[in-house]
T-cell receptor
Framework: DAGITQSPRHKVTETGTPVTLRCHQT?????MYWYRQDPGHGLRLIHY???????DKGEVSDGYSVSRSKTEDFLLTLESATSSQTSVYFC????????????FGNGTRLTVT | QKEVEQDPGPLSVPEGAIVSLNCTYS??????FMWYRQYSRKGPELLMY????GNKEDGRFTAQVDKSSKYISLFIRDSQPSDSATYLC????????????FGAGTRLFVKA
């Protein structure tokens, strides 16, 4: 257990509404990541953070924003949810140096109707 | 073409069989190679982590990397029904940890 908690675990929302997903870690790791997982695409990086208030875009960042005001929390916001954002969202941390492997939370299953 | 290709399966084997899971990749900059196991409705769990070419063994699991062929494998010996899961390969270049790329995963079923 990498000490990662994602909330909520499940959410159903309507198109056009804002949604915020939370990732909380207990071990003060510097690097945190948001991925989405879709059939046939595997895990794709949305945004990542390399410290408090330091974030950058990943491969599929359009329509998403992130914030990290504390080391332990990394928030992912869908400003105006669309059906194409229906997915399973995973938060991950990197426990050591830049090339050490990622460790994942148990995901948030988001459905946009 | 995807940077990392992985056969999605499903792969169905009898209990006790040796399982071979594979990924190919196109970017020669990848230096770190990982295999994750993912059970239904759970997050990926790290199984194996290797650097560059060669083999690494951990219990019933063996990871193999052939950089010359851009091919990695995971072997599972004496497979068990509890090994039924989706297996994801992943790889990272020597610099740029945020550039970890994942395969789409292979679904494995081990029948009792």
């Amino acid at each position: 257990d990498a000490g990662i908690t994602q909330s909520p675990r499940h959410k159903v929302t309507e198109t056009g509404t804002p949604v915020t997903l939370r990732c909380h870690q207990t071990e003060n790791h510097r690097y945190m990541y948001w991925y989405r997982q879709d059939p046939g695409h595997g895990l794709r990086l949305i945004h990542y953070s390399y410290g408090v208030k330091d974030t950058d875009k990943g491969e599929v960042s359009d329509g998403y924003s992130v914030s990290r005001s504390k080391t332990e929390d990394f928030l992912l916001t869908l400003e105006s949810a669309t059906s194409s954002q229906t997915s399973v969202y995973f938060c991950a941390i990197r426990a050591g140096q830049d090339n050490s492997p990622l460790h994942f939370g148990n995901g948030t299953r988001l459905t946009v109707t | 073409q995807k940077e990392v290709e992985q056969d999605p399966g499903p792969l169905s084997v009898p209990e006790g069989a040796i399982v071979s899971l594979n990924c190919t990749y196109s970017n020669s900059a990848f230096q770190y190679f990982m295999w994750y196991r993912q059970y239904s409705r759970k997050g990926p769990e790290l199984l194996m982590y290797t650097y560059s070419s060669g083999n690494k063994e951990d219990g019933r699991f063996t990871a193999q990397v052939d950089k010359s062929s851009k091919y990695i494998s995971l072997f599972i010996r004496d497979s068990q029904p509890s090994d039924s899961a989706t297996y994801l390969c992943a790889m990272t270049p020597a610099t740029g940890g945020f550039k970890t790329i994942f395969g789409a995963g292979t679904r494995l079923f081990v029948k009792a």
